[in-house]
């Protein structure tokens, strides 16, 4: 079956799948619709938790590294408050360590100092106090020397001569405060393999404002990464800090770290997303002063995954609510279906003539609503049939026994004139011949037959011919033609005879030598088609449509009887869309055709 017929078939012309696939169509547009927008609610959601998430993160090491830097402030701050610790700490940079060291001693001696008041013992102290801490470092720029504290080991002093170190250098030329410290600083203190960061404070004079020195601490990172894993919630990106040249002095990922960050331009004005090695959400939180920046990235990669559960279970579920949307409605609207479909079917074996059968829908529905008043009407039209068609046919019966009886008077005075006229002008030679034809033809006129066939009908008339052309010998001639295959099927009783009479009576020219009358029997397309044509007198057009009108007529009429109940018969037996025509031009003759189906079972059934 062609694609075009099955669309015809299942869908064009089937309501009920139109209604399905609506329903169909409908459910799957709004589930996916709905489970998409739940999708998308459930994911900015967790967007916006990661994203807290990420602030706290990041708002949590930025207090941390913005602690140690106003820690370093106030270490400096404590110098220049405390009078005797600041002059200790100028004498300290501004001169070797042994005349410091000595100096030192010669005021402890003296009773003039206590050992509170001595820079050294300071930092040792705070370098007990904080844990955070790798290294204190405490630089000379007038004798080029650096003083190192070191957790867990005792403090050095390290000469930093520019003649052969870059220590001199690296002090001149750092200038921010808070930055990733120097390869050479770390190789000084011996932590070149440590993640730290560095805390840089300058340290003047405060009568002069001399640069004296600086103070430098590490830092290690370690606490960073408590203070990542601290929160109550799991942070699923990363936590940079950053020095105000770019490079990276903590990456919680381990990652970047030591290394200048290749995405710190697009960090300057940030968005919410920014494509960094990937499309990420980033956060930032910046220390004008100190030069850091503390930087939240996570990747979207990272949120899509963790809602990949969610996402199948979302799919799922939707697919679910379509099956069980579909299902329920197709399940319904398939019984529906079928109950319209018998009820269809029985529609049509009532159009083909059954009138017994009753449909079975016992629902109170619409449907069992239409099946219920398709019986009833059935019953009523059951009733009609035998009231009304019953006695129309009986009507009909009555009338064909009437033209039966009118006809078999008139035709055995014509016969039997016929014989009386033939007898005396030629002596009755052929007499025999004739009254042979007669008896045959009154035989097969009153014979009943249970099966009469368009071949006994055929038979009837060549007789009838036969008779009247003995009469007008020599006055007209009669061929019949009939397909084979044909003359078995039936036929309704004395439906030509009446048609072959109209032209004897009416139509012969009896002064003329070149009458003739065929007849023509064929199939066509199941209908059967039988001519009678003759060359006679013909039927003037006014006569010809005033003979049609009557043949029209419901009420009986004395005038064109016989082509009437002819006429008429045939609707009865096989339907309105069969009966007699008639063609007539006036000198030239007439053309009667009648037609009817060829199906055997037609006649018994199709009233």
């Known amino acids: 079956m062609s694609p075009a017929r099955l669309y015809r078939k299942y869908i064009k012309n089937n309501m009920f799948t139109k209604m399905l696939l609506l329903i169909a169509l409908i459910a799957v547009v709004t589930i996916v619709t709905l489970s998409y927008l739940m999708y998308y609610f459930l994911f900015q959601s967790a967007i916006r938790s990661e994203l807290d ?4 993160a990041v708002e949590r090491v930025e207090r941390h590294v913005n602690q140690k830097y106003e820690n370093v402030q106030l270490y400096v701050n404590d110098l220049y408050r405390n009078s005797s610790l600041g002059i200790d700490t100028s004498y300290f940079l501004m001169n070797s360590f042994n005349e410091y060291m000595a100096k030192r001693m010669n005021r402890i001696a003296g009773g003039g100092q206590s ?80 993640p730290l960061f560095s805390i840089r404070s300058p340290i003047n004079d405060m009568a002069t404002y001399k640069n004296l020195g600086q103070l430098l601490i590490l830092y290690r990172t370690e606490a960073l990464d408590a203070i990542m894993n601290s929160g109550d919630d799991s942070f699923k990106g990363s936590v940079m800090v950053m ?21 710190a331009d697009k960090l300057i004005t940030p968005k919410e997303t920014v494509t960094l090695d990937e499309e990420s959400y980033i956060t930032t939180a910046a220390h004008n002063q100190a030069g850091y920046l503390v930087v939240g990235i996570t990747p979207k990669r990272v949120i899509s995954e963790s809602f990949h559960g969610l996402q199948s279970t979302i799919i799922i579920s939707a697919l679910l609510c379509i099956v069980i949307a579909v299902s329920i409605p197709s399940l319904m609207i398939v019984n529906y279906s079928k109950r319209t479909d018998n009820i269809i079917r029985f529609m049509r074996k009532v159009e083909k003539g059954e009138f017994v059968a009753r449909m079975q829908d016992t629902k109170e529905d619409q449907l069992g609503q239409i099946a219920g008043s398709f019986n009833e009407m059935l019953d009523e039209l059951s009733r009609y049939i035998d009231k009304v068609y019953k006695a129309e046919i009986n009507q009909k019966n009555a009338e064909l026994s009437a033209l039966q009886a009118r006809i078999n008077p008139h035709f055995l005075y014509n016969t039997l004139e016929v014989i009386r006229m033939r007898a005396l002008s030629q002596g009755a030679q052929d007499v025999g011949d004739m009254i042979y034809s007669l008896s045959m033809l009154f035989k097969n006129i009153v014979q009943h037959k249970s099966h009469y066939t368009l071949k006994d009908e055929l038979e009837a008339c060549r007789l009838y011919l036969e008779l009247f052309r003995i009469r007008y010998k020599d006055k007209y001639i009669y061929k019949m033609h009939c397909d084979e295959h044909i003359k078995q099927v039936p036929m309704i009783k004395m439906s030509l005879q009446p048609l072959i009479e109209n032209y004897i009576v009416h139509g012969l020219r009896s002064d003329e030598d070149d009458n003739w009358l065929t007849i023509n029997a064929s199939e066509k397309n199941g209908e059967i088609s039988i001519e009678i044509k003759d060359n006679g007198k013909g039927i003037d057009p006014g006569e010809l449509e005033e003979i049609k009108s009557r043949l029209e007529m419901a009420e009986s009429s004395g005038e064109s009887f016989g082509l009437r109940s002819v006429h008429e018969r045939l609707k009865l037996t096989y339907g309105n869309s069969y009966g007699m025509d008639i063609e007539s031009e006036p000198g030239k003759g007439t053309t009667v055709t009648i037609n009817f189906p060829a199906a055997e079972g037609k006649m018994n059934n199709d009233v």
């Open 243 to 263: 020095s105000g040249d770019g490079r990276v002095m903590y990456d919680s990922s381990g990652k970047y770290y030591g290394q200048k960050y290749p995405y």
């Open 53 to 56: 998430i990420q602030q706290t």
């Open 115 to 194: 050992t509170s008041d001595s820079v050294v013992a300071y930092f040792k102290q705070k370098l007990d106090d904080d844990p955070d801490i790798e290294n204190i470092m405490l630089y000379s720029a007038e004798k080029q020397y650096v003083y190192v504290y070191k957790q867990g080991s005792m403090t050095r002093l390290y000469q930093a001569n520019a003649t052969y170190s870059y220590i001199p250098d690296v002090m001149a030329m750092d200038t921010q405060s808070v930055t990733l410290p120097n390869l050479w600083v770390r190789k000084l203190a011996g932590d070149a393999n440590l």
